[in-house]
């Protein structure tokens, strides 16, 4: 069974600029939930999907923004790029409440 | 401020020994679930134990809940070198779906 996958995996973009990141989740599982990790904040939670509709937000301002695709895939979207953006981002996917969240390897965005 | 909250924030020990690392929480949680992370990769989940358990066992890894404390503690028995690496706990509240973690616990197992 494969893994949840994240794409790509390392990024480098400029200020001011946009970035899409992308989260397979594991075959069968509908819940997919993100997350920034930084030396500073630790893991914060993002977003989270599940059938395509966003059911919860962490406290992150609208430059961050993410969708869910019908085939459970799901892309986060960064507007705007800050240098206080450059951070890991994780992907976790799961059946749903109360069950086991798997995470990808993440992606590592560094923005200069 | 974080849901769940590590302590300590770093442990150094000799292989072989035990580790344990504790876990507090704030508001009342469905399940609480421990993680390990390698330097800059993913997550790895150990162990999920639900509110209206105690304790589980996977290995030599065991988990206790305190739900009246808001407590988790992580039992790392003959540590080995391999176990190097940071722990987190993570919540799940009782409205669905996301995680709160804390800080975590930075575990150095030296050889």
């Known amino acids: 069974k494969a893994g949840v996958t994240q794409t790509p995996r390392y990024l480098i973009k400029t200020r001011g600029q946009q970035v899409t990141l992308s989260c397979s989740p594991i075959?069968?599982?509908?819940?997919v939930s993100w997350y920034q990790q930084t030396p500073g904040q630790g893991l914060q939670f993002l977003f989270e999907y599940f059938s395509e509709t966003q059911r919860n937000k962490g406290n992150f301002p609208g430059r961050f923004s993410g969708r869910q695709f019908s085939n459970s895939r799901s892309e986060m979207n960064v507007s705007t790029l800050e240098l206080g953006d450059s951070a890991l981002y994780l992907c976790a996917s799961s059946l749903g409440d109360g069950y086991q969240a798997f995470f990808g390897q993440g992606t590592r965005l560094t923005v200069v | 401020s974080q849901q769940g909250e590590e302590d300590p924030q770093a442990l150094s020990i000799q292989e072989g020994e035990n580790a344990t690392m504790n876990c507090s929480y704030k508001?009342?949680?469905?399940?609480l679930q421990w993680y390990r992370q390698n330097s800059g990769r993913g997550l790895v989940h150990l162990i999920l134990?639900?509110?209206?358990?105690r304790e589980k066992h996977s290995g030599r890894l065991r988990v206790t809940l305190d739900t009246s404390k808001k407590s988790s503690s992580l039992l790392i028995t003959a540590s080995r070198a391999a176990d190097t690496a940071s722990y987190f706990c993570a919540t799940d509240g009782r409205s669905a779906g996301k995680s709160t973690f804390g800080d975590g616990t930075t575990l150095t197992v030296k050889p």
């Open positions: 075959s069968g599982h509908r819940s």
């Open positions: 134990i639900r509110s209206n358990e």
């Open positions: 508001t009342s949680i469905n399940n």
